[in-house]
Antibody, heavy 123, light 106 residues
Framework: QVQLVESGGGVVQPGRSLRLSCAAS????????MQWVRQAPGKGLEWLVV????????YYADSVKGRFTISRDNSKNTLYLQMNSLTAEDTALYYC????????????????WGQGALVTVSS | EIVLTQSPATLSVSPGERATLSCRAS??????FAWYQHRPGQAPRLLIY???NRATGIPARFSGSGSGTDFTLTITSVEPEDLAVYYC????????FGQGTKLEIK
């Protein structure tokens, strides 16, 4: 079955960096676009970034553009999110999600999600 | 930027009753629109895509309708397990979510 497992979360000081990983299994990872979505405490879901199956296309939300970088290693079935210049507003549960590819070849719906990695930005 | 506004913020429904959740987009998103269920402590789940198509494994009591700017998620005969926050999302321009509607079970 499809599994997505995030790791790399923790407590980090403002201005520092952190890299999240998402290990995928149960499907052919290299065939699917992948996304990161976060949820701040007491808030709703916020889409952050998407990467195409072959890394040729990446789209970022304005809130993280220039600070966060998405990447993937299809040989390792792993998705990454490099987060720089973190602020308290980045405190959230970070989810990786598989794009549903509905219809095939399109991007934009998320059919499988991980359980999330908690990132706390605090001094 | 397309803004999605959900209403009501909280909806309280008795088991067996119908629940109607709404989402309005600040501009047309055609039918590039989805609904998600987010139960406490669980990962979000895709319910409806392209405004009215149920995702794999979603019970028939969940249905979606609408196009353009106004969309509705209907849950006929609510069950206790439907306790969750429901989010709308568009993929017409970017991939933003609404702020959520919390469904409470009386």
């Amino acid at each position: 079955q499809v599994q997505l497992v995030e790791s790399g979360g923790g407590v980090v000081q403002p201005g520092r960096s952190l890299r999240l990983s998402c290990a995928a299994s149960g499907f052919t990872f290299r065939e699917y676009a992948m996304q990161w979505v976060r949820q701040a405490p007491g808030k709703g879901l916020e889409w952050l970034v998407v990467i195409s199956y072959d890394s040729s296309n990446k789209y970022y939300a304005d809130s993280v553009k220039g600070r966060f970088t998405i990447s993937r290693d299809n040989s390792k079935n792993t998705l990454y999110l490099q987060m720089n210049s973190l602020t308290a507003e980045d405190t959230a549960l970070y989810y990786c999600a598989r794009d549903a590819a509905i219809p095939p070849g399109t991007i934009g719906y998320f059919d499988y999600w991980g359980q999330g990695a908690l990132v706390t930005v605090s001094s | 930027e397309i803004v999605l506004t959900q209403s009501p913020a909280t909806l309280s429904v008795s088991p067996g009753e119908r629940a109607t959740l709404s989402c309005r987009a600040s501009q047309s998103v055609n039918n590039y629109f989805a609904w998600y269920q987010h139960r406490p402590g669980q990962a979000p789940r895709l319910l409806i895509y392209d405004a009215s198509n149920r995702a794999t494994g979603i019970p028939a009591r969940f249905s979606g309708s609408g196009s353009g700017t106004d969309f509705t998620l209907t849950i006929t005969s609510v069950e206790p397990e439907d306790l969750a926050v429901y989010y709308c999302q568009q993929r017409y321009n970017g991939y933003g979510f609404g702020q959520g509607t919390k469904l409470e079970i009386k």
